[in-house]
C-alpha cells in the first residue's frame, strides 16, 4: 500500500514529522517498506535565472552561460555561476532549474564535481526533467515561465515535494489499504486527530435509465449489495494535476479523470469502484453467476472464459465485467464518454477470491475485496464519487439504483482488561484500554466492544487483546523471567529418537563423511529408480520438473550431489545425509534414514600406499560402525536381497529376521549411468528407526568374566567352491563347539585365476582364526586336535570345504 | 700376573668388533683360556700358595670380565649409533591421510538451538512433513479461503482420481506440530519444533525448502513478557553476545494474537553482521500469543491456559550467525562449501561448555 503524506493529512491533523510518521507505523504493525522524500533527492534542485548565454569559444554546440543561483534561497544572496550547457533552448533570460556542484542527478547518476569543457570551467548544472527523473523529457533543459519565483526549490514550485510512503499490510487489515484507515490508527496512536469525514448524499436529477438486479442465487453471499447511478453530460478529460501528480506519486498512471476517480477511492478508501460507459451497457445490469463458457475481453485485454457458478455482470448482450475482480474493455470508459454508470458494490471475499483465482487475474479489485472493504461505505463511497465526477467532469446525476442490502456486521465480544494485561504482560489501565478501542472506531457498552464494519478481521476476545496491545506499542514491552516448569535439575529431553539421529550424525562425519542435506523431492526418473514414483508421491503443483517426486530414499539426492561434485572436478567424496525418505504420501508415511555414499578412492593421493577405491567392505564396515552406535545388536544376518538398484552380485541387507536394519553394496552400473555419476560407487542407506530399542535403560554393566587359562589360537584354511560365503564358513566352524570356541574370524580370502591355478577352476580358499578359550583346565594338544577335526568335519558338511593341503 | 692382566686389558680394549671381542674372551676366559688354565693350575699348589694365587685370579678374572661387558656394551652402542644414523625418514612427507568429515550447518544449528532452549526446559517435538491442510491450516485458525492460506505458497500432494479427500500439503511451517504435541500431551507444555518446511519459492534469496524452529509454551499465566525474555535469553546465548536488545512490532498471523514480529539490534561493519550493537534492526522471527481458537482446535481450553508460540528460521539462523551468504548453497551439497561452513564431528554444542569454538 502506497500513500502520500500529503494525501494522509487529508485525513489526519498531525504536527508529526515524517520520521515520528514511519516509526509509528512500523511499531503499529503496518510496517514502513520504502520512504521515498523528494526533499532527500531533489531538495539542491533550485529555480535560477540566466543572465546571460552566448556562444561557448571552442565548441559549435555549447553555450555558455551566466548563471544566477540562489543557494540558500529566494531571499538569500545571489551567487552568480559559469555553466557550460548543451541544451539548444539555453538562452538569456531563461528561467530554469539548477544544481550547483555536489548535487546527485538521478537521472544520470553522477556527482557534480567542478569541471572544464573545452577548455573553459563549468560550475554546475541546467537541468532537463529527465536528469531529475520527473519524465522522460530530455529536448532541452526545463523551461519555465518568467514569473517562475527564482531561488525556490524546483520541488516546492512544482508541488512534487510530497514524500511517499510504502506500507507493508497484514491480511488481516484491509482497512488499512486505504489512507483513512491508516490515519485512523496514526489518531489512536497519539499522532494527530482524525479529521471527520462527512459525505452529503446528492439529490439525483432523473432516474437512472440503466436499472441492476441481482440474481437471487448470489443475494444471500455472493453479492449482497450493488448500487450505482447513471451521470450524464460529462467530459472525461485528463484529471486535474493534484490528483495525477497523487497517482503518479503512488505509481499509478493517470488515464482519465473518470477511471482516476475510481482510483482515487480505491487508494483513499478502500472503496474499490467501476465505471461503464453508459451508452456501452445495453439494458439494465445483471449480477449472476456464469453458465459456464462465455467469454470477456477484460481492461487488461486478454480475454477470459468464466466456468460455472463464477459471478459476472451482464448487460443484455451478455457479460460486461468480472464481478469485484476487472471490468470488460468494451463497456469501459474512454475519452469520448460522456454518460457514465458508476458501480459500488459489496462483494463477498471468498467469492472474488475463486473466481480471481480461478482465472489467474490480480487486480486491484480483487486484492481489495477479498481482504474485505467496508460494507458500510458502500452506499456512501458511490455518494462520494459522484461529488468529484460532477466536480471534474460536470454533467448531471440520476438517482441511485441498487438492489440487496449493506449486509449485517454487527457484532460484540467482551473486554477482560485483566486478561489483557495478563496476556500481554504490560500494565495497561483499562480507561486506555477502552480509550484505545473506541478511537479505533469499537463502540463499547459496557464492557462489550461492538467492531466496526471496516474491521472483519475482528472475530473474538483476543482480537480486542491485539488492538490494545499494538496502540500501546508492543516496544514498550519488557521481559520477565519464565520460570522453570520444575525446579532442580531437568531431565534429558530428547526422545531415543532423537537422541540416536544425533549419533549416526556424528558417527557418519567422524568417519570421514561430509553431511549433505539435499531437497526432500526429486525427478520422477530418479524416483522411479529407487523404488518411488508412485502418484501418492507426486507434487501436484512441483516448482520444477527437477522435483516432482517425494524421495523413496537418500541416496538419489546424494549420487545427484555426487556428479555435481565430479563435474566440479572431485573425484574422491565420502557424502551422507539423515533425514526423512517418504514411501507413501499420507502424514507419517515417511521413515528416518541415514545413507551414505563413497565414490573414487579411500584416501586422497599421498606417497604412502597405492590407492584404493572404496568398495562394498567400505560400505558394509561404515554402516556396521553406525549400527553399532545406535546399539544394534553385532550378528545381524546378512542377506542377498538388496533391492534392484544396487548391483545384484555385490549387495546385501542386514536384518534381524524380517526386519531390514540397513542395506549396502555398490550401485549398479545403470543407476550410476542415469544419473550422471562416474562410478564405481558404493553405499549403504540405514533405516534408522528399524533398530530395535533398548527395553530398559539399566546402567548396570553385566560382570566381566576373565579366565586366567591360556587362549589358543588356530588357523585353517579351506578349499571351497568359489560362491560359498564367508559366513557360513564360519558359522559352521563356530557350531563346532559352542562352548570351547569363543570367536572364528576369517582372515583372508584367496581367489581368482591364480587360486583356480592352485585349487582347481570354481574355487577358492578361505582361511579363518578359531579361538579356543578354555574355562576349567588348560588344553591339552589331544583336545585341541579333537575341536580341529570337529571343525574341519562341520565345514566340510556345511561348505563341501576341504582344508587346504 | 700383571702381565696377563696388562694383555688382555690392552686386547680387550683393541678389539674393533665384536667377534674380536669374543675371540678375546675364549682366549682369556674360555674352557682352554689362559686364565682357566691358570686356574686349573691353582690344585697343584700348597694352600697359602693356593690361597694367594687363587684370590689373585679370581680378582683378574673378574677384572677382564667387567672390561670385556663394558667393551661389549659400548660397542654395541656404537654398532647401534651407526645404524641409526643410516636409517633416515623425511619427515616433512605427509601423513597418511585420514578423511574429514563435517556436520552440516543446519544440523549444528539445530543442535545448538535444541541445547538453549533444553536448558530453559523445552522438550524437542515432532511432526510429519506431508500433512493434512486440517493441522497446516485449519488447526491454525487458517480458514480455507483465508488469503494467507494463498500467500503460504503451498506445495500440495496429488489426489488419486475418485479420493475426494482434500489434497495434503507439504507443511508450509512448523506450526502444525503444535497441534499435534498439545494434542498428545495437553497443557502445560513446553516444546520446540526444529525441521524441514515447504514453500513454493525459488529466487537468490530463497528455497522451495528450509528448516524451521517453532516454540510453543503453555501454562496458567505465561504472557508475552516472558516470551520477550525467552527470546532475550536465547539470543544471548545463540549469538554468544553479553548483551541483546530486541524490539517487538506489531503484526499479524492467524495463529496467535497478540502477534508481534521481532527485530534485534545489530550493526553491519564491512559486511559483518555484530550482534547486539549499532543502529540497525534486523527481522530475526515472528512470534505471539497462541490464538485462543489454536488451543481449541487442540483440545486445550483456552479459558484455562494461555501461552506464546514462535518460529524462525534454522538456516537463517545459521546464516547470521557464520556469514553464510546463500541459502540455495545450503542444499547444493558442493564439497568445497560442507568442507568451508560444516562443523568437525566432535565439536559438540553444549551450555556447559560453549556453543561454538
Known sequence: MKFTLSWLKDHLETEATLAEITYALTDLGLEVEEVVDPAERLGAFRICKVIEAVQHPNADKLRLCRVATYPDGPKGRMEEVQVVCGAPNARTGLVGVFAPVGTHVPGTGVDLKPGVIRGVESNGMLCSERELMISDDHDGIIDLPDDAPVGVRFIDYRGINDPMIYIKVTPNRPDALGVRGIARDLAARGLGRLKPLEVAPVKGAFESPIRVAIDPALKEKGCPLFAGRLIRGVTNGPSPAWLQARLKAIGLRPISALVDITNFFTVDQNRPLHVFDADKVAGGLRIHPAQGGEELMALDDKSYAFGPGMMVISDDKGPQSIAGVMGGAASGCSADTVNVFIESAYWDPITVAATGRALKINSDARYRFERGVDPDFTLPGLEAATRMVLELCGGEASEVVSDGAVPVTDRAYRLDPARVVSLVGMEIPEAEQRATLEALGFVLKGDMAHPPSWRPDVLGEADLVEEVARIASLTRLEGQPMRRAKPGVPKPILTPMQMREKTVRRMLAALGYNECVTYSFIDAASAALFGGGAEATRLENPISSEMTHMRPDLLPGLLQAAARNQARGFADMALFEVGPAFHGGEPGEQQVQAAGLMVGATASRNPHRPRRMADIYDAKADAEAVLASIGAPARAQINRDAAGWFHPGRSGRMALGRNVLAAFGELHPRVLKSLDVKGPAVGFTIFVEAVPFAKARGSTRAALNLSDLQAVERDFAFVVDKRVEALSLANAAQGADKALIERVTVFDEFMGAKAEAQMGPGKKSLAISVRLQPTGKTLTEAEIEAVSARIIEKVGKATGGVLRG | MDDLRQKYLALVSGAGDEATLEDVRLAALGKKGEISLKMRELGRMDPEMRQATGAALNRLKDEIDLALRAKKAALGDAALDARLKDEWLDVTLPGRPRAQGTIHPVSQVGEEVTAIFADMGFAVAEGP??????????????????????????????????????????????????????????????????????????????????????????????????????????????????????????????????????????????????????????????????????????????????????????????????????????????????????FAALDMPTVSGGLSR
Open chain 2, 129 to 342: 512433513q506431508i500433512e493434512s491442510d486440517w493441522y497446516n491450516f485449519d488447526a491454525l485458525n487458517i480458514a480455507p479461503e483465508h488469503p494467507a492460506r494463498q500467500e503460504h505458497d503451498t506445495f500440495f500432494m496429488a489426489r488419486e482420481a475418485g479420493d475426494d479427500r482434500p489434497p495434503h500439503v507439504l507443511r508450509t511451517h512448523t506450526s502444525p506440530v503444535q497441534i499435534r504435541a498439545m494434542q498428545a500431551q495437553g497443557a502445560p507444555i513446553r516444546v520446540i519444533a526444529p525441521g524441514r518446511v515447504y514453500r513454493m519459492d525459488m529466487d537468490q534469496t530463497h528455497a522451495p525448502m528450509f528448516h524451521q524452529l517453532e516454540g510453543l509454551a503453555i501454562d496458567r499465566d505465561i504472557s508475552m513478557a516472558n516470551l520477550k525474555w525467552v527470546l532475550e535469553e536465547f539470543c544471548r546465548a545463540f549469538f554468544e553476545v553479553e548483551g541483546v536488545e530486541l524490539r517487538f512490532r506489531a503484526s499479524h498471523f492467524p495463529f496467535t494474537e497478540p502477534s508481534a514480529e521481532v527485530d534485534i539490534r545489530c550493526s553491519w561493519d564491512k559486511g559483518q553482521l555484530k550482534i547486539g550493537e549499532g543502529d540497525g534492526w534486523m527481522e530475526i522471527l515472528g512470534s505471539g500469543m497462541v490464538h485462543p481458537k489454536v488451543l481449541e482446535a487442540a483440545g486445550v481450553d483456552p479459558d484455562a491456559w494461555q501461552g506464546f508460540a514462535f518460529g524462525m528460521g534454522i538456516d537463517r539462523l545459521a546464516m547470521l550467525k557464520y556469514g553464510i551468504p546463500d541459502l540455495r548453497a545450503f542444499f547444493d551439497s558442493d564439497l568445497r562449501w560442507l568442507r568451508h561452513y560444516g
